[in-house]
């Protein structure tokens, strides 16, 4: 029977199902999980990163330290994610020469990819990748030229002229995934040079196998184990913990010729070396693991019936399937069934495993990072909230008290003006009072000259304003600048209550009391410009001098002024009335306007004379007029130049009494007026640096509120941070237990 035809007139052109559930895909899966997660990882950090740096250096919530941690941390993912891009299920397969190693690969890829034939065929390490697109290439290690896969029979192939000198070089095979389930599943197929053909085994393992997750070893069913093979995998076992082998006994339809009981016995006999080489030598897994990863197979029965035509392959169309095929190719199946659980597990556990517990430490540095910030940001948030609420506090305090201050102040102020000005007033009534004592103080050479009497007259007034000058200063500047001092201080000792420390300290050595003068501003220059003196001889008991003494001078002249009006007409009034008056009244009346034309002194003399000479007698009349005559004398000879000066003086202290009585209340406001403008000076400096505390106060205020937003934002923008590397957290330790674990 022609059991090829039979198969291939039953069997599709390809075995492979389209939605074929295969174990490859947990590694599928798995590597789009943590790239998911690694994606998330590496978002985490990013944003971490730029939260850290966002953080004013000032604001002492993070540290430089923090903030270089987490980006070490983006540069660890950045190159994980890398690794992870790169990472694929590795399948190295190593096996003396002609064993078929290339066969299996073919007929795991279910095509004719790499050369085969007899003798030393593979000459360098072919390793087959999935390609993208429906293009298949190869590409020499260290070169980007793409060429067409059939070049490989000239590259790798041993017995070819063109092929690489260097059995250590690597060609890649790019090969469509769609035509290959191991390849849409991020398998990677590796070809190796016979083991028996190299000796630099060592570098092999080092640059070719430390990265691959299962082991195929390709014997001969035909013979047993040999040392070249054990040898090498003994040193792969040194370099790596627990490595994953099968062992496949290749062309096993040999057996199909040979009698069932004896190949039987062949077959036990290959399959106890092996687990004993598996258990017993390398221990890599236990005997009972050991009996499935010990297959016997035909590779080439495999590649056969799994391809409809193998071009260049001679004797593909002339190949007999043996009896039993079926049985091997179910035995190949169960292989690549368990090789594929077994690299899926293996590989998921040994190229995620530790990226997984790599990324949860990284998310719990994180984690404990943003934890800190959080708790600092958190204290720092309450603080401030603390101090503000106490700022504000302060301020109302602060405020009220320069309320009630300021109007403690203008009452303070004002008594204290109010009293200097009553003082003032009082002691400037006083001197004036004993203005001619101040005059008589002062002696100066008198002149009736003009001139002489012009200096007399400047330097009088200079000596009273000095003297008033200096004797109100006595009276009232002391007292008074003790008021002021005390009002000053008082006002600064309560001013510098409301002000913190560092203003205080501001106040007392910038706050310098001022020196001041109370000035009086008397000006007599101009008071007495209008002073004239009256330096002519009069006498004391003449008509004027007594009416000035008995009407005074206003009532004196306004008697002289009409009486000249008076007398005439009451001469006219008494011809026209009375006709009937005697001579002697003619006479009176005749002398008395003749008087009204004279001088009205002598004229007064003579009426009084007639007046007393018809009362009393001439004898009498003639006694007293000798008597008012020696007085009058008397005093004419007795006006000298020092009774001009007291005349001077005397009529100089009537008119300064007069002209001084307007200065009480201009001098008295001038200088209130002056100790209001000292004492608001002092509050006015002292409000200033209250006002800079409020203001400082209310900036403290703002800023501190600013400051709190600004921490609320952080300590937000912190926990969606720290929840996020807590999901992350727990992601992947979902993913270790859902993929590793399991």
Request: hydrophobic share 40%.
């Amino acid at each position: 029977m022609d059991h090829t035809n039979q198969w291939r007139e039953g069997a599709p052109k390809s075995l492979e199902p389209a939605n074929r559930q295969t174990p490859l895909k947990l590694f599928v899966d798995a590597k789009r999980k943590i790239h998911e997660i690694y994606s998330e990882v590496a978002s985490h950090i990013k944003d971490s990163a730029a939260f850290l740096r966002g953080i004013p250096e000032d604001s002492s919530v993070t540290s430089a330290e923090q903030l270089s941690k987490v980006e070490s941390f983006g540069s660890q993912v950045c190159g994980i994610q890398e690794v992870l891009a790169r990472d694929h299920m590795k399948v190295a397969f190593f096996g003396r020469t002609s064993n078929g190693k290339s066969t299996v690969i073919n007929a795991m890829l279910r095509d004719k990819v790499l050369p085969t034939g007899l003798g030393h065929t593979t000459d360098c390490f072919l390793v087959v990748s999935g390609s993208e697109t429906e293009e298949s290439y190869l590409q020499v290690a260290g070169s980007d030229v793409k060429m067409n896969v059939e070049t490989v029979s000239h590259l790798a192939n041993a017995l070819a002229s063109e092929r690489l000198q260097d059995q250590n070089a690597v060609v890649n095979i790019y090969w469509p995934k769609s035509r290959c389930h191991l390849l849409q599943n991020d398998v990677v197929l590796m070809d190796s040079p016979g083991t028996d053909v190299e000796a630099s085994l060592d570098e092999w393992i080092d640059g070719r196998c430390l990265d691959a997750d299962v082991f195929v070893l390709v014997s001969n069913a035909e013979s047993t184990l040999m040392r070249t093979e054990k040898s090498f995998f003994h040193k792969v076992s040194e370099r790596l913990s627990k490595p994953n082998i099968f062992i496949l006994n290749n062309r096993w339809d040999a057996s199909a010729s040979e009698p069932g009981e004896y190949m039987a016995k062949v077959k036990q006999q290959h399959l106890e070396r092996s687990i004993e080489f598996l258990a017993d030598e390398l221990k890599v897994v236990s005997r009972q693991q050991a009996e499935d990863r010990v297959f016997f197979v035909s590779a080439k029965e495999a590649l056969i019936t799994r391809c409809n035509s193998l071009p260049n392959t001679p004797d593909s169309s002339s190949f007999q399937l043996a009896e039993g095929y079926q049985a091997r190719l179910f035995e190949f199946e169960n292989f690549e069934r368990k090789f594929e659980e077994c690299i899926s597990h293996s590989a998921v556990k040994t190229k995620f495993e530790q990226h997984a517990k790599q990324g949860r430490q990284i998310v719990t540095f994180s984690q404990d990072i943003l934890g800190q910030v959080l708790d600092s940001a958190t204290a720092k948030r309450s603080s401030c909230i603390e101090k503000r609420k106490e700022q504000m506090d302060r301020l109302e305090y602060v405020t009220k008290q320069l309320d009630l201050l300021a109007t403690e102040c203008r009452d303070q102020i004002r008594d204290v003006v109010e009293k200097a000005e009553s003082r003032v007033s009082t002691a400037m009534t006083d001197e004036i009072e004993r203005l001619n004592v101040l005059v008589d103080m002062f002696n100066e050479s008198f002149s009736a000259d003009s001139l002489v009497i012009k200096v007399y007259k400047e330097k009088l007034q200079r000596h009273l304003e000095s003297g008033i000058g200096h004797n109100l200063h006595s009276r009232c500047s002391g007292t008074v600048m003790t008021s002021v001092r005390d009002v000053q201080d008082q006002m600064t000792e309560r001013m510098s209550a409301l002000l913190p420390d560092d203003s205080k300290q501001q106040i007392s050595s910038g706050y310098a009391r001022r020196d001041f003068e109370l000035n009086y501003r008397l000006d007599c220059q101009y008071l007495f410009a209008d002073f004239r003196e009256d330096l002519g001889f009069r006498f004391s008991l003449g008509l004027t001098a007594m009416m000035q003494r008995f009407l005074g001078p206003s009532g004196t002249k306004a008697a002289l002024v009409g009486f000249a009006n008076v007398i005439p007409t009451s001469v006219s009034s008494a011809a026209e009335e009375t006709t009937g008056n005697t001579d002697q009244d003619l006479t009176v009346a005749m002398m008395t306007g003749l008087a009204s034309l004279t001088s009205r002194a002598s004229m007064g003399v003579v009426v009084i004379s007639g007046v007393i000479w018809r009362a009393v007698g001439w004898k009498v009349l003639a006694v007293a007029g000798g008597v008012y005559a020696g007085l009058y004398f008397y005093e004419r000879f007795t006006w000298t130049n020092r009774a001009k000066e007291k005349k001077f003086k005397k009529d100089f202290v009537n008119y300064a009494t007069e002209k001084l009585q307007v200065l009480i209340s201009f001098t008295s406001s001038n200088f209130s007026h002056q100790i209001q403008q000292e004492l608001s000076n002092t509050y006015a400096q002292l409000s200033l640096e209250a006002n800079k505390a409020k203001e400082n106060l209310e900036k403290e205020t703002v800023q501190l509120q600013s400051e709190t937003k600004k921490l609320e934002s952080i300590i937000a923008k912190t926990k969606v941070l720290k929840n996020k590397a807590g999901w992350l957290d727990t992601e992947l330790d979902r993913f270790i237990s859902g993929f590793i674990a399991h």
